[in-house]
């Protein structure tokens, strides 16, 4: 089945410098669509971006990503943390077989300090 | 447009006692899924419905897990004898359609801890 793996579990940066948050995915569809989504605390998940074509940059609220079917990646980045960029950030993956259920990674908790 | 509503908000149970999670999903929205928040796990996916039909439950743990969608304003995820593992965020969401390309509206989950 599909899988999402996100390495880093922590990621803390000083406001200011850039953001790469790492995503790659395993499916046996070559039509998957990738997704990130942004989870603040006391909030609900929501969407921060979307992608299924192939090396094209997406970008949404200052973060963007490309999807590269060659390496399965699709890694999170922004030029400039800001420290309302604290949160949690999931990497997904969804399939035309599957409809819009989503199989998500292990999360990637951000911290951006002053 | 409230977004999806989950209710309660946190709920405390005792081992072994059951637990009823709502969720009321945006209107018109034909697909709703529940998933699971753990700091271990992530997001993990248990369920989902279509226009009220089960679709796919193959995350769920079989025993004491079930869900259903009585009607299209509200699904209900039941856990029986409820274990310490079961303590998360349980999260409803809801797309307006079942494709891989929609975006999926969450809830701000239900918080259950089991002592």
């Known amino acids: 089945g599909d899988s999402v793996t996100q390495k880093e579990g922590l990621v803390t940066l000083t406001e200011g410098l850039p953001v790469m948050l790492n995503c790659t995915y395993q499916?046996?569809?070559?039509?998957?669509?990738l997704f990130w989504y942004v989870h603040y605390l006391n909030e609900s998940p929501r969407l921060l971006l979307k992608?299924?074509?192939?090396?094209k940059r997406t970008e949404h609220q200052g973060f963007h990503a490309t999807l590269h079917k060659s390496s399965s990646s699709f890694h999170l980045q922004k030029s400039s943390a800001q420290l309302s960029d604290s949160a949690l950030y999931y990497c997904?993956?969804?399939?035309?077989?599957?409809?819009?259920?989503?199989?998500f990674g292990g999360g990637t908790r951000l911290t951006v300090r002053p | 447009n409230a977004g999806v509503i989950q209710t309660p908000r946190h709920k405390v149970t005792g081992k072994g006692q059951e637990a009823t999670l709502w969720c009321e999903p945006i209107?018109?929205?034909?697909?709703v899924f529940w998933y699971r928040q753990t700091i271990v796990q992530g997001l993990e996916f248990l369920t989902y419905?279509?226009?009220?039909?089960?679709?796919?439950d193959s995350g769920m743990p079989k025993e004491r897990f079930s869900a259903q969608m009585p009607n299209q304003s509200h699904s209900t995820l039941k856990i029986q004898s409820t274990q310490p593992q079961d303590s998360a965020v349980y999260l409803c969401?809801?797309?307006?359609?079942?494709?891989?390309?929609?975006?999926?509206?969450f809830g701000k989950g239900t918080r259950l801890t089991v002592v």
């Open positions: 969401a809801s797309s307006p359609r079942d494709r891989a390309d929609t975006e999926v509206f």
């Open positions: 499916t046996i569809y070559s039509n998957a669509f």
């Open positions: 992608s299924s074509t192939d090396n």
């Open positions: 997904a993956l969804s399939d035309h077989n599957a409809g819009a259920k989503l199989t």
């Open positions: 209107s018109g929205h034909s697909a």
């Open positions: 419905f279509r226009n009220q039909a089960p679709i796919d």
